[in-house]
C-alpha cells in the first residue's frame, strides 16, 4: 500500500493526468461531503468540489513524493475553497444590496428553502453548528465527520496538534451546551476514537 501511494504522489507531481483521475475517484465523495457539512448546501458543496479538483492540479508539484493519504491535503484545499466562496458570496450579497432600488434582483429565497426542505431534521444541529465559531465548525468536519485524526487534521489546517485538539473540545462543550446533550464519558481525554465518533467515513 506504501508503494501505491508513493507511485501515485509522485504521478501526480509529475502532471499524470490518469493519476489524477484516480485521485478524483477515490476521494470526490469524501471531499463533497466535507463541502455539505461546512456548507449546508448541495449545490455549494458541488462547486466547492470542482474548485477543490482544480486547485489541487495547479498545486500538484507541492505533493511530496512521500506520504500517506493524499485525503487530507484534498480536504486541506476544501476548507481553504470554501472559506473564498463564502469571503466571495458576502462581496456578491454587499454589491447587490448597493444596487439601485428599481433595479430587479433575482430572489433566491425560494430556491434555497426548496433544497432544505427535505433535510427539515437537521434544523436543530444546522443551529447549533452556527453557534460555533468557523475554525471550530472546521475541525469538528474533519475530526468527527470525515474520520481524520488530530494530526491528519492538523496537516488538512496547516496548524498544530494541539490547536486541533482544543478546538475540537470547544467545538464539543458548545453542542452539547446548545443541544442539551451530555458529553460522552472519556470524550475530553482526546483519544482518537471517541473523538471521532460513529459518522466517520473511511480513511484512505
Known sequence: METTLGNLRKRIRAGDH??????????????????YRLTGD???????????????????D??????????PWLLGIATNVTRNTRRAARRHAAAV???????A??????EVAGRLDDAAQLDLVRTALRELRRAEREVLALCVWSGLDYAA???????PV???????SRAR???????????????MKGDRTTAVGPMKEGNR
Open 18 to 35: 490518469e493519476a489524477f483521475g484516480e485521485l478524483f475517484d477515490a476521494y470526490a465523495r469524501s471531499v463533497y461531503n466535507h463541502a
Open 42 to 60: 448541495w449545490a455549494q458543496a458541488e462547486d466547492v468540489v470542482s474548485l477543490t479538483f482544480l486547485d489541487a492540479w495547479r498545486l500538484r
Open 62 to 71: 507541492k505533493v511530496d513524493e512521500d506520504g500517506g493519504s493524499l485525503r
Open 97 to 103: 444590496a448597493r444596487l439601485p432600488r428599481d433595479e
Open 105 to 110: 434582483v433575482r430572489d433566491f429565497a425560494d
Open 153 to 159: 487534521a492538523a496537516e488538512a489546517l496547516g496548524v
Open 162 to 168: 494541539g490547536t486541533v485538539r482544543s478546538r475540537l
Open 173 to 187: 462543550i458548545k453542542l452539547a451546551k446548545h443541544m442539551e446533550l451530555p458529553l460522552e464519558r472519556g470524550q
